[in-house]
């Protein structure tokens, strides 16, 4: 059987395999998890030796295991690196949810659950296009080295390690990573650049325990309060960010680079959609796109403290905290960068509370010219595999080991993305659309006899 029609005939077999993984609770921010995730890491290094590879690992680090499989059969062709990770969000708030997070559901064309499209799906096309072309052409056409992490959605906090270990090992001709978003549906696209993230905690303390509001209120400051004014200064009414030097190292887009991002088929109305807000905001001067890809921003993530039971409690509290984030863009420095928010959130504080300041995690952004020939190879098998015109973009999230091995690898990395903006990850009702999971599955596998030829 051909490659495709092998790959067709196996759509139910490779549904309910991916829904398998897909019950895996694997989340890496809580503690409650760590079976779940050690799971999780078994299930993927059997998959992975289902589909032929070799010299399968998992190898625990300081949080979650790193998996590792490869396949080097294949003299004189390219090696290539896939990273993905079996990591996923929280689930909550669990109320939201149509069906269950952890209980995979077709609905429409497209299955929910969590991790569906970030990144157990897309981490399943890729395994599945392996496997079908041991099972349908006799072997790997390329040399594969393949690392799935579990810390992904927490910043990848101890994979640079692992690498830097096996930096030998882990050598290779380009990075293949499936962790991203198609511009639309029907739109396939590769993704050239990304956003940095810094993530900080502020914690907030005023007077040094609880206090009753009746007998202290007026006289005493509300960490609260304090830290809701804080937040409110830390943007101003162009939606500019206040951090003082924060867009000094911005790299401004080239002209022409305007121009082409301009001229994808992104509908502003389909966003607006997606948004569901009465209005959008933004910093004046660019448009959306501009807004997304290529501009930095501040970001409240959440913010709590006091009391947020049922009925009421009159009560100063001790302690307000807050997360933030800082989105990041060239040529900024994300160390620079956390040093001016502290410096700007300690300025905008009054004398009357005590400032914990951390920074959770930092990552760098990153954006890359798509002249080496692997893009071009890249866009064919998308389009082959969709029957669709293929196109290049930057996306605004952010994936630290991209630019972790852009730098220290100086390899072209590949980013063709399966989701679909409004694909709900992170949130509630996550899913992936399953052409794509299936269109992704022949695109990888046209991708890999591609990078052969
Ligand atoms: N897959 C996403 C990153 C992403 C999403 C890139 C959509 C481009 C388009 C990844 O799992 C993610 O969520 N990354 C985190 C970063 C991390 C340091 C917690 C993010 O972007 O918030
Ligand atoms: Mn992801
Ligand atoms: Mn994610």
Known sequence: MDLIGYIDSKREEHLNELKEFLRIPSVSATSEHKKDIERAAHWVAEKLRAAGLENIEITPTKMHPVVYGESLHAPGKPTVLFYGHYDVQPAEPLDLWTSPAFEPTVRAGNLFGRGTADDKGQVHIHIKALEALQNATGGLPVNIKVIVEGEEEIGSVNLWEFMTKNRERLKSNALI???????AKGVPSITYGLRGLNYYQVELTGPA????????????????????????KLHDKNFRVTVPDFYKDVAQISPAERKALHRLPWKEKEFRKTVGAAALCGEKGYSIVEQLWTRPTMEVNGMWGGYIGEGAKTVIPSKAYAKLSTRLVPAQNPAKIAKLV???IRALLPKSVRCDFQVLSTGKPWVAPYT????QKAIHSLEKGFEKKAVFIREGGSIPFVTQMHDAFKVPCVLLGFGLPDENAHAPDEHISLDNYFGGIK???LFYQALAA
């Open 443 to 445: 695109s990888i596998a």
């Open 177 to 183: 990573v499936s962790d991203t978003s198609m511009l």
């Open 209 to 232: 325990q609880d206090l009753h509001s009746g007998v202290f209120g007026g006289a005493v400051p509300n960490p609260l309060t304090i830290l809701s004014e804080m937040i409110a």
């Open 342 to 344: 502290e410096r700007h």
């Open 372 to 375: 080496d020939p692997i893009f």
